[in-house]
């Protein structure tokens, strides 16, 4: 697999997780030290509330949040992602559900949503900030499809805010964690292991929590809230589009 250009965020997105599609849900748990399923969860929990009639999922992947969200409510959803073997495998898993008339799944860039403002009821987003060049700006675009009112919920990986916590933090995703990729998954499992700690850092040097909830109030989001879950592992966030 050739190295992936950090410099180009969407094609640095799509080569990383090409090689993934069918083992992509057992790596996020993998990553995530098993906390990816009850994260997940969490982030639904702020939308299936609303009733919403049409949500829209962001950086879907291969369907998992997408079918959840089908799962857990009436709402007819439609999935985006950038990585063309992942909406495949997203596709796989759907009609495997049974879920074609409930999910639909279409290639998209978050940066520049393929919908007319104001399609949808709910939007939720999962690992998605650290892949884009500029997160403001992807906010106020995910804002813009989303109703007045319509409720926004995020998942992303975060670091541990106390030190003893932090210091295993680092000692499993710069060594345990890509170790682990290459036994279960081989070079590309590896290359995703050895990436993901690096980048989770440098991404919240650059854009802290603070800004992050300050961004979606830029956006156009309120009753912005923040949870951070498994000793700081994961951050689920949730808003509402202003207007409603």
């Known amino acids: 697999m050739d190295t992936p250009d950090p410099e180009d965020p969407n094609q640095f997105a799509q080569q990383l997780f ?3 599609p069918g083992r992509y849900d057992r790596l996020a748990e993998l990553l995530s ?3 990816n399923g009850r994260w997940r969860r969490a982030m639904v929990d702020h939308i299936v509330p609303h009733r919403p009639g049409l949500v829209l999922d962001v950086a879907s992947g291969p369907a998992g949040v997408a079918l959840q969200l089908a799962d857990r409510s009436s709402a007819r959803v439609v999935g985006v992602d950038l990585t063309l073997d992942m909406l495949r495998q997203g596709e796989r898993n759907v009609a495997h559900r049974g879920m074609v008339e409930r999910v639909q799944l279409v ?3 978050a940066e520049q949503m393929p919908f007319a403002g104001g399609t949808f009821d709910a939007l939720t987003f999962t690992y998605l900030l650290r892949y884009v060049d500029d997160p403001q ?3 106020i675009e995910l804002a813009r499809v989303v109703k007045p009112g319509g409720a926004v919920a995020s998942l992303e990986f975060l670091l541990p805010e106390r030190r003893f916590w932090r210091f295993w933090w680092w000692i499993y995703t710069r ?3 890509p170790v682990g990729g290459w036994i279960t998954g081989g070079r590309a499992w590896f290359e995703v292991g050895r990436f993901l700690g690096p980048n989770i850092s440098a991404h919240y ?6 800004w992050t909830v300050d961004a979606w109030r ?3 989001f ?3 809230g923040v949870r951070r879950m498994s000793l700081g592992g994961g951050l689920v966030m949730w808003g509402r589009r202003a207007g409603g």
Do not use: H, K, N, S
């Not at 040097?205 to 603070?210: A, G, L, M, N, T």
């Open 218 to 220: 830029r956006a156009g």
């Open 137 to 139: 700006a992807t906010l």
């Open 33 to 35: 030290m098993g906390q």
């Open 205 to 210: 040097r650059r854009y802290p929590v603070d």
């Open 175 to 177: 060594l345990l964690l």
């Open 107 to 109: 290639a998209g860039r």
């Open 18 to 20: 090409t090689p993934l």
């Open 222 to 224: 309120v009753e912005v």
